[in-house]
């Protein structure tokens, strides 16, 4: 009996320091696969419309810019813990870029908001972390090029160009203010530092 008991705790000991271990794990990488690059938001008064009816239209927009591979769906996101409500987001992905676009309705307007995401590989993260040598090396194996830079901006110009076309064929429909040339700029945070 008193072997059983020893097994027991000694099991339990070994499995709660390996969830321990994976939770630190997945925090680790999860907080660092994905660099904000970029986002926008604004808000339509007094206009009503599902988040559905939004991404419909914003689909058949950038479907319609002709970009290979782009991998559209629809998401729920967590408004906070796991145990929080979720909200349903438009996920844009192509290459290493994530594009999730939030449209819901708030008081009597419409919010629309997006966070331009760029996705670093496991093994950049891993290398980085390193001792000493990691963010050197990880500079020096994984460059920051003009391409990648190119990119991003090929990528946002495009999104945020159908995002701000969506919306402006909804404001001239309805009747509604366009947004101003200060409301219709992205926010970007500089990512990819040399």
Known sequence: MEEI???????????LFGIIVAILLKLIISSSIKEHHSHWNTLI??????????????????YANGIKNVHMKEVRLKTG?????????????????????CAAPVGKGFFISYWLLYKNSIVK?????FPFIGAWLARKL???????????SMFLSYCHSSVLKVLDAITNEKGLRSLSESERKPVLNNIFKR
């Open 125 to 129: 993260i891993l290398i980085g972390k």
């Open 81 to 101: 813990n796991v145990f929080s409500s979720s909200r349903l987001y438009l996920r844009i992905e192509w290459k290493e870029y994530q594009y999730d676009i």
């Open 5 to 15: 008991l020893d097994f027991v705790i000694q099991f339990g000991s070994y499995f």
């Open 142 to 152: 994984f460059p920051v090029t003009y391409y990648k830079m190119d990119t991003a």
């Open 45 to 62: 008064d007094d206009f009503k419309s599902s988040p559905k009816e939004f991404y419909d239209l914003l689909k058949k927009e950038i």
